[in-house]
């Protein structure tokens, strides 16, 4: 019968065992799984990246931001996932929009004062930001009350009311309101031919492109037709600007080809 081990035979038994199980280790290591950013394409340590929740796409965290600020300098909203925004074949209720959800996980490189923008964008989804004319104060308007011609201001201290077309306060004395352009205005827009946005009234000017514009005034986006000046889309509207596009583009007035039309 073999005699009982030595304590230092245990200890030299102990220290093979764990020089094996390094060499092993060493050898082959646990490979650490890298996430790859849909925009630069690089590899990056998965606490770096940000995952869309709907649609599955990863960013990291430089890229999305540099698209969620472009976007925000454009006054686009909602704001799309870079990759959904060029898949054509989905419409825009189905593709991921950016919103609370994902900017939380950026608040570290997302200052407040760009987050307060961010939900200043959101509002416009409902509301547009107009001057009164009386106070010279920007004012909330809701989209629904734009329909109208008057516009009340909501400020107490207040209460114009004022002509969206001619930008005129009118007096309580006045029964009944009648716009009276500029004749030289209206003549310039002519020979220019400038059409005035029917979301903000605001006058625009292409400068090249397809028929179809968007109001670039913060708050509007309003998508319309350069040839006969109705309106394609307006935010909050229901389905899609490029829907909405083919649809006028059956009804318009003005006969063109709206085949290259490039929706901004």
């Keep these: 019968m073999d005699p009982q081990p030595r304590a230092s035979s245990y200890s030299d038994i102990f220290s093979v065992l764990e020089a094996t199980t390094s060499d092993v280790n060493n050898a082959n290591p646990c490979p650490l799984i890298r996430e ?10 998965p606490d770096v990246v940000v995952r869309l929740p709907d649609c599955d796409h990863v960013f990291c965290s430089p890229c999305l931001l540099s698209h969620v600020r472009a976007k925000m300098e454009e006054g686009i909203y909602p704001i799309v996932c ?30 407040d ?83 005035f946005c029917p979301g903000c009234h605001t006058p625009i000017q292409r400068a090249e492109g397809c028929p179809h514009m968007t109001c670039r005034v913060p708050g509007c986006r309003t998508h319309f037709c350069y040839r006969c000046g109705g309106t394609i889309w307006m935010p909050g509207h229901r389905g899609d600007a490029y829907d909405a596009a083919s649809f006028h583009n059956k009804w318009c007035r003005v006969v063109f080809v709206f085949n290259s039309c490039s929706i901004q």
Excluded at 36 to 45: G, I, K, M, N, Y
Excluded at 95 to 100: A, G, N, P, R, S
């Design 36 to 45: 790859v950013c849909a925009v630069c394409f690089d590899e990056h340590h």
């Design 82 to 111: 870079p990759v959904c925004s060029i898949d054509w074949s989905r419409r825009v209720e189905d593709k991921t929009h950016i919103d609370q959800r994902v900017l939380d996980n950026l608040r570290e490189d997302f200052p």
């Design 113 to 195: 004062e760009e987050y307060g923008k961010f939900e200043n964008l959101q509002l416009t989804m409902f509301a547009m930001e107009l001057q009164c004319p009386g106070c010279k104060q920007c004012i909330k308007a809701a989209r629904e009350d734009l329909d109208n011609v008057l516009l009340t201001c909501p400020v107490p201290s207040c209460g114009s009311v004022w002509c969206r077309a001619c930008q005129k306060v009118i007096s309580s004395c006045e029964k009944s309101h009648s716009c009276r352009p500029d004749r030289r205005f209206r003549r310039m827009m002519r020979l220019k031919r400038w059409r």
